[in-house]
């Protein structure tokens, strides 16, 4: 199984922009799946995370920016960011627990930035 993430960029504060991240592979037993960033000097933190069933949960610090979603296959999650900030700027890492095991995607930049 492999992660692929794609749809970081650049964007002016306020912004819109949504990530993706599509598992690959034969998959039998589907866990959690979610995004992690990492801002320059900073450690890896969470964004939000979706469980199989659909449970969502988010960093506190978002504010109700970002909205996390799953496909009907559970194997794609996507992140739709939204009124971006200088201070989301960050390399931006999917992952996924998938039978029984961590994944993690190449990470995508995005660069909020006027």
């Known amino acids: 199984v492999q992660l692929q993430a794609s749809g970081g960029g650049l964007v002016q504060p306020g912004g819109s922009l949504r990530l993706s991240c599509r598992a690959s592979?034969?998959?039998?037993?589907?866990?959690?799946m979610g995004w992690y960033r990492q801002a320059p000097g900073q450690q890896r933190e969470l964004v939000a995370v979706?469980?199989?069933?659909?449970?969502?949960q988010y960093a506190d610090s978002l504010q109700g920016r970002f909205t996390i979603a799953r496909d009907a296959t559970k194997k794609e999650v996507s992140l739709q960011m939204a009124r971006l900030r200088p201070e989301d700027t960050a390399v931006y890492y999917c992952?996924?627990?998938?039978?029984?095991?961590?994944?993690w995607g190449q990470g995508t930049l995005v660069t909020v930035s006027s």
């Open positions: 992952y996924a627990d998938l039978d029984y095991q961590e994944y």
């Open positions: 979706i469980t199989v069933g659909g449970a969502t």
């Open positions: 592979g034969i998959v039998l037993n589907f866990g959690d």
